[in-house]
């Protein structure tokens, strides 16, 4: 068992949590405890690889992180490796949501199985995991747990909304959890980006759309381009830093003002 502090990542074999995985390891010599299900094996791999050459540790465990029972084995896998209050960080970067609308009466009407699955995955999952954390005393003083949500909560998009509906439960999760877990001296907040290139996004759409996506996005974003998963990893470390110690149960805009111009161009097409 290791004296340096810990980070658990859920979802770490690609995209963010894999990005963010690194970055820890990188730059703050933080071992990593990472939970995926194993659909990436090449990419756990590689991050095997990389996080051995800053000479930390990483600890894959591959099971299902989306369900009370996957959160209370991965805390037990945990307090193994890691010990008791070794938990500096908890990413939760779970992308396993179903597509499809409420009452289309057509192929892509939502089952009520497809609902339960997504909350399952993408908000309840959180919780399940701060109570099993906490149950074994594992979270270190000043520990932050760490949800991520996209802009989709503040207007539509077509098909998503039982990723949405996800993502709002999520919010509400995080704010009690921060007051219920503020007197420990934990912190818990929701980083809030916009559309990065990960598995995520490229099994949502084609490859057409995704050519679409790129460049409505280097037109939404006052700078021009799309942002990337080690822009999004490069600000975890900030956010554990004592002058980020005053943010609670917020949701944090990282999104580079990714939706100021939604009117404007549908306005103003052309300029
Ligand atoms: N990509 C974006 O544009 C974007 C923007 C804003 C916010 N976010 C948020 O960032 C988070 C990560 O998204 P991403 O795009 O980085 O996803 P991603 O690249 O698809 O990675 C998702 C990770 O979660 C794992 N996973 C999914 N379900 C799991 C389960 N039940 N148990 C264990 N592991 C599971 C996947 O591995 P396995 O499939 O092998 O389990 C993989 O490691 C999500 O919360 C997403 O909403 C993404």
């Not at 000479?55 to 099971?63: E, I």
């Not at 992308?95 to 609308?101: F, M």
């Not at 929701?190 to 996004?201: C, E, I, S, W």
């Amino acid at each position: 068992m290791s004296t340096r502090p810990w980070a658990v990542i859920l979802g770490a074999s690609s995209g963010t949590g894999a990005a963010i995985a690194l970055e820890m390891a990188r730059s703050r010599g933080f071992d990593v405890f990472g939970v995926h299900r194993g659909r990436y094996l090449e990419q756990a791999a590689r991050l095997e690889q990389e996080i051995a050459q800053t000479g930390r540790r990483l600890v894959m465990h591959q099971a299902d992180a989306g369900s009370p029972e996957g959160a209370v084995k991965g805390a037990e896998a945990v307090l193994a490796h890691a010990g008791p209050r070794s938990v500096k960080l908890f990413v939760h970067s779970l992308a396993s949501g179903s597509l499809g609308r409420l009452v289309s009466g057509e192929q892509d009407q939502l089952h009520h199985r497809q609902i339960e699955r997504t909350f399952h995955a993408m908000a309840h999952s959180f919780v399940y995991w701060a109570q099993a954390l906490v149950a074994r005393d594992l979270l270190a003083p000043e520990a932050l747990l760490l949800g991520l949500t996209n802009p989709l909560t503040e207007s539509h998009l077509y098909n998503t909304v039982a990723i949405t509906a996800a993502k709002a439960a999520l919010e509400i999760y995080v704010r009690h959890l921060a007051v219920e877990l503020g007197p420990r001296g934990h912190r818990v907040n929701l980083l809030k980006f916009g559309t990065v290139m990960t598995p995520a996004v490229q099994h949502v759409y084609s490859p057409e759309a995704l050519a679409h996506l790129e460049s409505t996005h280097q037109k939404m974003n006052p700078v021009g381009r799309m942002c990337t998963v080690e822009e999004v990893a490069r600000f975890v470390p900030v956010l554990l830093g004592e002058e980020a110690a005053w943010f609670n149960g917020a949701t944090i805009d990282f999104t580079g003002g990714m939706t100021l111009r939604l009117l404007d161009l549908l306005l103003n097409p052309r300029r």
